[in-house]
């Protein structure tokens, strides 16, 4: 079955790599065979990459987007999540849960992993304030 898309105007995408934006009007895609897809809320800019959490997202963004370089990706995050676990210990449960999804190249599901430990970064600076 295809995996239906829908588009607001304006709305961008980004499809196996490529960003696109829609146009004036609403936009129904269809996609028939798998290709890594982020929709508008879902992608990062590297200048919105300002926090450790943040960084981790980032790069693992780039490990489902861009498997050409998946190597530097890959040197990238482990020491991003090495940094961030000896500053925030307590996260070892969600890192630990992406590191599995990243070792079995599940970067789709290690994304949103990511998007919690953004949640958990803002939760202990939220306390230490």
């Excluded at 590297?46 to 790069?59: G, M, T």
Aim: charged share 25%; with cysteine.
């Amino acid at each position: 079955m295809a995996l239906k898309i829908s588009l607001k105007p304006g709305e961008r995408i980004v499809i196996g790599g490529a960003v696109v934006t829609n146009g004036s009007s609403k936009t129904e895609l269809f996609f028939e065979n798998k290709v890594p897809i982020l929709r508008d809320k879902d992608i990062m800019n590297e200048s919105d990459a300002y926090s450790p959490a943040r960084r981790i997202y980032f790069v693992v963004q780039l490990m489902y987007i861009d498997e050409n370089h998946l190597t530097l990706h890959h040197k990238n995050y482990w020491k991003f999540v090495n940094e961030f676990i000896k500053a925030a210990p307590s996260s070892l449960t969600i890192v630990d849960q992406m590191n599995d999804q990243i070792l079995k190249c599940q970067y789709y599901a290690a994304l949103k992993t990511a998007k919690s430990l953004i949640d958990y970064e803002q939760e202990v600076i939220s306390r230490v304030s």
